[in-house]
């Protein structure tokens, strides 16, 4: 029991020595040249006090060198994640840029400003404070403050095709038309009389002539008129809500026993008027 329990303490030790362990930043070197490759500025980067801020222009090169060792003992590390970050303080831009790091922690970033990164924030007469995160899984994170880095200032970029989609567009007024003007009471009395005029006609022929089906309600008749009444009764449902398709498929369904109903029917009248019934 007491040799595992040893065993564990000592993995606590080690596990606590990993997460104590701190990335730091050995030998950061700057250096400015020019398109021709005349070199303007090699200088060290002080790790004490902020430097002067650098300038670039159109065609010059930064080339940045560092190394990441741990607890500052020399011994080069590579962190699992290197970035440099380029930030405008005052509208916020901001760019990051992935630094790719050696086994033995050495690194080396070229800013080239005849052909800039696309990481790069829009830039205008402001400097970018430039910093340099490490993060690493068996180490605490960091964060390194460079420099402050004058750029030419960035063009104004072609709008998008799209753009205006996204602008606040102006509210819609809808147009409508008066009301229309219903005519006269007395206009629309006529017209109603003209419609329903062929009916009174027929009533009254009725009247005269008399109007006899004593076979209406007969069992060979009857079903043809119930028949007749369902086609009335779907038309009716097709004004009110039915279409058109659903018509067809109904009355498509109605009309065979309606066609049976109906040769039904006629033989059967046929057979009074010859007197047979």
Do not use: C
Request: hydrophobic residues 45%.
């Amino acid at each position: 029991m007491i040799p595992r329990i040893t065993f564990h303490l000592s993995w606590l030790v080690i596990a606590a020595g990993v997460h104590a362990a701190t990335l730091s930043l050995q030998s950061p070197r700057v250096t400015i040249s020019s398109s021709d490759a005349t070199q303007l500025l090699s200088d060290t980067l002080p790790s004490i006090k902020r430097p002067e801020p650098l300038t670039l222009g159109a065609s010059d090169i930064l080339k940045l060198t560092f190394q990441v060792t741990e607890n500052g003992e020399g011994k080069g590390v590579q962190p699992h994640q290197t970035f440099l970050r380029f930030y405008d303080s005052v509208s916020g831009e901001e760019g990051i840029q992935p630094v790719r790091v050696t086994p033995g922690g050495k690194a080396k970033f070229e800013l080239n400003m005849a052909r800039p990164p696309a990481s790069l924030p829009p830039t205008t007469d402001r400097p970018l404070a430039v910093s340099l995160i490490l993060g690493s899984f068996v180490h605490d994170p960091a964060k390194y403050d460079l420099f402050d880095l004058y750029v030419p200032t960035s063009s104004t970029p072609a709008p998008h095709p799209d753009e205006a989609s996204f602008h606040v567009l102006p509210p819609i007024v809808h147009t409508f038309r008066p009301e229309q003007k219903l005519p006269p009471k007395v206009v629309s009395i006529v017209f109603a009389a003209l419609v329903l005029s062929p009916w009174a006609i027929l009533l009254g022929l009725w009247g005269k002539i008399g109007l006899s089906v004593p076979h209406l309600v007969s069992p060979r008749i009857l079903p043809f008129t119930a028949l007749l009444g369902a086609f009335e009764v779907l038309l009716v449902r097709y004004w009110v809500g039915l279409k058109l398709g659903q018509v067809l498929l109904y009355g498509g369904i109605l009309a065979i026993p309606t066609i049976f109903a109906g040769k039904t029917a006629l033989a059967t009248t046929g057979e009074w008027r010859a007197g047979k019934h």
